[in-house]
């Protein structure tokens, strides 16, 4: 349809709800619809849509950023937008003083917005309760979910899953006896005093892999036995609901064992700080899984994937790969300028992407109008796109501006360097047993 006198251009505005049980929640395309249906009837001019602004799976009653409706504030603001209509005014916002401030803006560009039926959104004493009427109902919303899924607890249905879990169809339908059996091995080992990695190494020695194909590791197994389900067990908010309505696979005082053996010997640490030089820098040259590291050696640990064919004493590698890497910063020429320094691009992105959370979050609170908002949040994402593209084509330079400042670093500025200078460094097995380290060895 060609826009003419008698159709006046004008824009409409989608939302699809998160929430399950909004009502209102319906397809783009029945919003769209309906919009439609309005702007034909519409008396004594017609309206034709020639603007679309859609925003899809994003709740307007939790602050989030809405891209679709930000550029519709920023057309309103620059005079490209005149008319708008919308399926329902929640649709707009649910959020009472959001809305108000976008009843704000139109009124001041002289901007005439519509529902599908015909209801004029404006800044009057309709709209606002209306405003309060829909963020209650929101909050209704959210509370019948949470009061729903507590009930489903309580009265021990079984959890939604997305995949099947280990040991039973999707959503606990029913048991799958063969894995069942597997796990109930793993319990028995675990109790009967067992690693979980020698486990898991006899488990994949076996070939009998997860039904996913992939090998077992030791989280795998620590995750499954954990499992309050395997004991018809529900778990919601942290309580434990022992009246589930499906089938166990082990009864509840074995969990409840379990349990305890697996949380007083949490085998994985809570320090994340990488410990080792060459962590993350050492593959292994026959399979290329990153080497672990182990107190005193670096090895090709076969729990995270690897063969298990190479082993070396960590002392020998560190020093050779500390003196290789001093003197090449030795035969680098000297900076005429000033001192390189270490790239902080990264670090520039995470504290934009905060301002970014922080700028939404105070017009949430009201301390900014949406147009301050816009204007922020547009001038955030230019030069996060900026400093991403920095990121993705600039090649590093060393955080170290000489060999001895190198050599007097801590072993997370060392292994930074190396890394830089050298990426990832394969690792060759000796040739024979009892063979030690030798340069040789180590393919850049």
Not at 117 to 127: A, F, Q, V, W, Y
Request: proline share 3%; charged share 35%; with cysteine.
């Amino acid at each position: 349809m060609t826009v003419s006198e008698e159709a006046l251009p004008c824009a409409w505005y989608g939302r699809k709800s998160v929430v399950k049980d909004d009502k209102d929640a319906d397809s783009i395309e029945v919003q769209r619809m309906k919009c439609d249906q309005y702007c034909e009837t519409r008396e004594p001019e017609r309206w034709v849509i020639t603007a679309e602004y859609v925003d899809e799976g994003i709740s307007a009653s939790k602050g989030l950023y809405r891209p679709g409706f930000m550029r519709l504030i920023a057309d309103i603001e620059s005079g490209a937008v005149k008319r708008v209509v919308v399926r329902e005014q929640a649709r707009l916002s649910r959020d009472d003083l959001e809305l108000l401030l976008f009843l704000r803006t139109v009124k001041a560009h002289e901007v005439e917005v519509r529902d599908a039926s015909g209801r004029e959104i404006k800044n009057d004493l309709h709209t606002k309760l209306k405003a309060l009427v829909d963020t209650d109902y929101a909050d209704s919303v959210k509370k019948n979910s949470t009061e729903h899924q507590e009930w489903v607890a309580v009265t021990g249905r079984p959890p939604g899953t997305g995949k099947r879990p280990y040991g039973y169809t999707k959503n606990y339908a029913s048991v799958v006896e063969e894995e069942a059996e597997v796990i109930r091995e793993m319990a028995k080992r675990v109790l009967a005093g067992d690693a979980l990695y020698t486990i898991a190494k006899d488990l994949n020695e076996r070939g009998t892999l997860k039904y996913t194909g992939n090998t077992w590791k030791t989280q795998d197994i620590s995750l499954i036995l954990k499992r309050s389900e395997n004991a018809r067990i529900r778990t919601y908010k942290g309580v434990e609901y022992p009246n589930g309505q499906w089938d166990e696979i082990y009864d509840e005082d074995t969990y409840r064992k379990l349990r305890l053996v697996l949380d007083e010997n949490e085998p994985f640490s809570r320090n994340t700080k990488v410990k080792y030089l060459l962590t993350g820098v050492l593959a292994c040259g026959l399979c290329g899984v990153l080497l672990s590291a182990k107190t005193d050696r670096y090895w090709c640990n076969p729990n995270r994937g690897g063969c298990g064919k190479v082993t070396r004493n960590m002392k020998a590698v560190d020093d050779y790969m500390i003196r290789l890497t001093y003197e090449h910063i030795k035969r680098l020429p000297k900076p005429n300028a000033e001192p390189v320094k270490e790239d902080t691009t990264q670090q520039e992105i995470e504290l934009l992407q905060q301002e970014r959370a922080d700028t939404v979050q105070a017009k949430k609170d009201g301390v900014i109008t949406l147009k301050d908002m816009s204007e922020l949040v547009r001038d955030i994402d230019f030069k996060l796109k900026e400093l991403q593209k920095h990121a993705a084509q600039t090649a590093l330079t060393i955080p170290v501006d000489t060999a001895e400042e190198f050599l007097n670093s801590d072993t997370d500025r060392k292994r930074s360097v190396i890394k830089r200078i050298y990426g990832v460094v394969g690792l060759n097995p000796t040739g024979r047993k009892g063979k030690r380290f030798h340069p040789s060895q180590l393919e850049f």
